[in-house]
Structures are given as structure tokens and as C-alpha cells.
């Protein structure tokens, strides 16, 4: 059984917490994952611009759903990093808009029109992890700006524009050329 | 297989979570026709999750974390939630979790259902069925329409969308298209905005489905 890691980084040491919290309900594992995420995910919250003491409380009922949901994290499926990240930002729309949406990029359903991929066929999302870090490597300074606040921090265009002093349609272009560039070096991705 | 697939930026604002709910149902839909763009969705939460390791924490209150571990029940260990079923089907009332109203008649050919979706506040959501041949009266947008083909197909000047592909227009996207024969096409669409029927047939209809 995976032991606890102090102070874990890599995205394995990460997957085996969130693993021995679904197999064994192994809160040690469940304090460790807290100390590494819940304060990046109250940074990501307050990025976001969610008062500090609410973001305070959706980190805790992030880790809380992270300890309630362990058992479906696949790590053939998802980083641990990603994982948790989808967590937080399902809960950044329910707050925001109080609605369903979240459930939405929660959703597993069955393909109706496509085989599914043979298992050889499936790149493992260890793999996916460092394309992306590749891809992003590729971005410029530029595009990473606008990816981070509009992608990661979901701030509205004309907030960005103000924020980075830039006209709204720059802002625009540049968030379009980045994640077409994104498409161009992961679009292979499946 | 697909082969019309959303705007990038459609799919980030999607996994961003900043897409409206009406739009956010469309592409949920395409996602389970659409392996390539799952995979970029997957994709773009990596670019979250790597966002997220990298950002500057920001400390919790001294004894957040025992008062979370406090918190913690145990867990029966439930299986995986179990997969849905096909997404739509003809014969359902509803889609992904959403209800269906019933079908109503527009115009010779087509029908119209509409999907509820309570925050869809700027955006109506309906689903379209046409019959084979039929020509859809020429249109344009003041707004975005964000379409996801379930059955049959339709061609129109972007080329042809078959089931599971999806047209992502923009407002200055003029429109005017035509049903495959053949076989019923049954469309999922969220709009912003208005539509605007160039022909007297689009006119007629418009007061009707309070396009």
C-alpha cells in the first residue's frame, strides 16, 4: 500500500494519495493531499476573485469531495493534478451560478457513435501530462497570460482587457490563437 | 466519427467552466459523439491541473485541516457510478439530465422541442427535427448558435453535418440549410440572440417559435 509522502510533488506520489484514500479511507493520505491542494485551490479560487473567506470554505469542501469522490479518480484517465482541478472548478460554477452546469463536465456516458478506443490505443494520462507541459512550453509569455486568466482564473474578456490594459479585440485574437495553438499540439489527443 | 467539432475557444471556455448552461448542454452532448475533442477537453484540464500546481498557495486558517479530517465520514465503498445510457434516443423526454418538452409543429417538416434548461438565461435551447429534403428557410444570427447534430444531417454552406458533429456560428455566419435525404434530422441548438429569417416562409415561422 502506498505510504505517505511528505511534502509529494509528482504527479504518481499524488495519484497514490488520492488511490489509498479511496482503497483504505487512509486519512494520512487524505492530510497530505489537504496540506498540497487546499491552499493552491483557495490561490485559485481568490484568482478567480472569490472573497478570501469564502475561497477558504470552498477549499475545504473541495477536499471534501475529493475525499467523498477518491473511489472514481482513474489515473489512466486523469493527473491527479487535473483531477482536483476539475473538482475545484465544478465548484467554482456551482457557486457562481448556482446551476447544474458543473454536473455536465461530470459526465460519463456511453458512446453512441464511436467504438471504443482499443485499451493500446489510449495514451495514458501520464503521457497526456507532459505533452501538455510541452505545449505549453510552446505558448508565448503573451498567450500564457491570457490562457491563465482567461482559461484557469475564468475571468470575462473585458476584464482582461482592463486588466492587462490591451484592447478587447488583442485579448480576444490572442486567446484564439493560443488555444488553437493548444488544438494544433494536442489535438491528437484522444 | 466527427468531423464539424466546436471553436477551440468554444471547448476551453467549456472546460473552463465560463460557458453559459445552454451552450455547455450542446457541448456535453458532442463530447459524448466525439472522442478527438474529449481528448482535448482532457487536455486543456491537464493545463488546469499543471496551472494549479504551480500556483502561489495561499494558507488556510491554523486548524482548517483537523477540523476538515473532524469532518470526514467514512465511506462505504461504493462502486463507480454507473455509466448512463445512451445519451438521446428518440423515444426519450430527456437529454443528459435535461426534460424535453414535446414536440410541436412549426411548418411542413419541421418540429420543435423545447429543452429546459433554467439558467440558460441568455441562450434558448431547443431541439429542431426536420424532415428529408427539407429546405430550411435562409437565416442569420444577431447572436452565437451552437448546434449538435443527433440524427441524420443537413448541409449548408460550412458543409455537411452529420450526427454527432457540431456547428459553432457566429452571428455574421449567414445560413441556409438543406435536409439529406433520406433520413429525419434531428438538431440540439442553444442560441443568444436573435434569429433573423431573410425569406417570408422564416417570417411566418418566427413569431411561432419566438425565435
Known amino acids: 500500500m502506498p505510504t505517505v509522502v511528505k511534502g509529494a510533488k509528482s504527479s504518481a506520489d499524488l495519484a497514490a494519495l488520492i488511490e489509498a484514500v479511496a482503497a483504505d479511507q487512509d486519512r494520512a493520505a487524505f492530510a497530505a493531499l489537504f496540506d498540497y491542494f487546499a491552499p493552491r485551490i483557495k490561490g485559485f479560487l481568490i484568482r478567480g476573485n472569490t472573497p478570501p473567506a469564502a475561497a477558504e470554505e470552498l477549499a475545504q469542501e473541495a477536499m471534501l469531495t475529493v475525499w467523498r469522490k477518491a473511489a472514481q479518480f482513474d489515473r489512466n484517465r486523469a493527473g491527479a493534478s487535473a483531477w482536483i482541478f476539475t473538482i475545484a472548478r465544478n465548484l467554482r460554477i456551482d457557486v457562481a451560478r448556482r446551476d447544474q452546469r458543473a454536473r455536465l463536465l461530470d459526465l460519463e456516458v456511453e458512446d453512441d457513435l464511436e467504438q471504443p478506443a482499443p485499451p493500446d490505443a489510449l495514451l495514458l494520462a501520464v503521457e497526456r501530462e507532459s505533452r501538455v507541459q510541452a505545449a505549453l512550453q510552446a505558448l508565448s509569455d503573451d498567450q500564457m497570460r491570457v490562457v491563465r486568466l482567461s ?40 | 466519427m466527427s468531423r464539424h467539432h466546436p471553436k477551440d475557444t468554444t471547448l476551453a471556455d467549456f ?58 465520514a467514512p465511506r462505504s465503498l461504493a462502486p463507480k457510478a454507473p455509466t448512463a445510457p445512451k445519451i438521446w434516443a428518440a423515444d426519450r423526454d430527456e437529454l443528459l439530465g435535461y426534460r424535453l418538452g414535446p414536440w410541436r409543429w412549426v411548418s411542413p417538416g419541421l418540429h420543435y422541442r423545447a429543452v429546459d434548461v433554467p439558467a440558460a438565461k441568455d441562450s434558448r435551447v431547443f431541439m429542431l427535427k426536420a424532415a428529408p429534403g427539407l429546405k430550411l428557410p435562409s437565416h442569420l444570427h444577431t447572436g452565437t448558435e451552437l448546434t449538435c447534430v443527433l440524427a441524420g444531417a443537413f448541409i449548408h454552406e460550412g458543409g455537411r453535418y452529420g450526427a454527432g458533429d457540431c456547428d459553432d456560428a457566429d452571428h455574421d455566419d449567414a445560413h441556409s440549410p438543406v435536409i439529406d435525404a433520406g433520413e429525419e434530422c434531428v438538431c440540439l441548438v442553444a442560441m443568444q440572440g436573435q434569429i433573423k429569417f431573410t425569406s417570408i416562409l422564416g417570417r411566418m415561422i418566427q413569431p411561432f417559435i419566438r425565435l
Do not use: W, Y
Request: include cysteine; charge should be negative.
Open chain 1, 151 to 190: 482559461f484557469f482564473e475564468g475571468k470575462p474578456h473585458a476584464d482582461i482587457a482592463n486588466e492587462l490594459e490591451l484592447p478587447l479585440g488583442t485579448v480576444k485574437s490572442r486567446i484564439r490563437l493560443a488555444m488553437n495553438r493548444m488544438r494544433e499540439l494536442l489535438g491528437d489527443l484522444t
Open chain 2, 15 to 72: 472546460a473552463a467552466g465560463t460557458l453559459d448552461e445552454g451552450r455547455s448542454l450542446v457541448i456535453a452532448t458532442h463530447l459524448a459523439l466525439c472522442g478527438q475533442c474529449r481528448g482535448f477537453v482532457a487536455a486543456l484540464e491537464d493545463v488546469g491541473g499543471a496551472m494549479l500546481e504551480q500556483i502561489a498557495p495561499v494558507a488556510l486558517s491554523d486548524g482548517a485541516s483537523a477540523r476538515v479530517l473532524d469532518r470526514l
